[in-house]
Antibody, heavy 119, light 107 residues
Framework: EVQLVESGGGLVQPGGSLRLSCEAS????????MNWVRQAPGKGLEWVSY???????LYADSVQGRFTISRDNGKNSLYLQMNSLRVEDTAVYYC?????????????WGQGTLVTVSS | DIQMTQSPSSLSASVGDRVTITCRAS??????LNWYHQKPGKAPKLLIY???SLQSGVPSRFSGSGSGTDFTLTISSLQPEDFATYYC?????????FGQGTKLEIK
């Protein structure tokens, strides 16, 4: 069974940093592309970042230069380092597996971790 | 960025009804269109990918159609578990973008 479990969310002040983790199980992690998608309270879905199996990375303009996606295939884990956080980064952050052949399509999702940026 | 516009934004329907939700892209996205639904407090779930392919395990009452800029999701006979918010997503170009959502409520 595919499982994705996020952790690392919490309350942080504007300008602060946070590192999210996503532990994967039930599939061969290093052969899949992975994504982070977020959802602000009461709002819709926003794609945040993507990482390919070979390490290629992509970012939404809203987080480019502030967030860094990475993966540790030996630990079956995905990460999102978030720096210079803004109030508008407040959201539930989901880790999602990319569909084979179309890595931006998210076929399995974690339960999400809430990041709150507030003073 | 490609803008995705869903209609309607909300919809009331009854169990057994046939329901259609539409999604329009601001430019052609070929068939690179997915549909998800999301229940309150839960993660989204993939229903349809590449416009019409049914994700494994998803009931056959869900179907998708369209190409280019106009797409539809149809639920042939609504079941109680289908009341949720539905999102379309384009994966034709980076950044991938979602529609604003369609909330499907019980009449």
């Amino acid at each position: 069974e595919v499982q994705l479990v996020e952790s690392g969310g919490g309350l942080v002040q504007p300008g602060g940093s946070l590192r999210l983790s996503c532990e994967a199980s039930g599939f061969t992690f290093n052969t899949y592309e992975m994504n982070w998608v977020r959802q602000a309270p009461g709002k819709g879905l926003e794609w945040v970042s993507y990482i390919g199996g070979s390490g290629i990375t992509l970012y939404a303009d809203s987080v480019q230069g502030r967030f860094t996606i990475s993966r540790d295939n030996g630990k079956n884990s995905l990460y999102l380092q978030m720096n210079s956080l803004r109030v508008e980064d407040t959201a539930v952050y989901y880790c999602a597996r990319g569909l084979t052949g179309d890595g931006d399509t998210c076929d399995y999702w974690g339960q999400g971790t809430l990041v709150t940026v507030s003073s | 960025d490609i803008q995705m516009t869903q209609s309607p934004s909300s919809l009331s329907a009854s169990v057994g009804d046939r329901v259609t939700i539409t999604c329009r892209a601001s430019q052609s996205i070929s068939s690179n269109l997915n549909w998800y639904h999301q229940k309150p407090g839960k993660a989204p779930k993939l229903l349809i990918y590449t416009a019409f392919s049914l994700q494994s395990g998803v009931p056959s009452r869900f179907s998708g159609s369209g190409s280019g800029t106009d797409f539809t999701l149809t639920i042939s006979s609504l079941q109680p578990e289908d009341f949720a918010t539905y999102y379309c997503q384009q994966t034709y170009s980076v950044p991938s973008t979602f529609g604003q959502g369609t909330k499907l409520e019980i009449k």
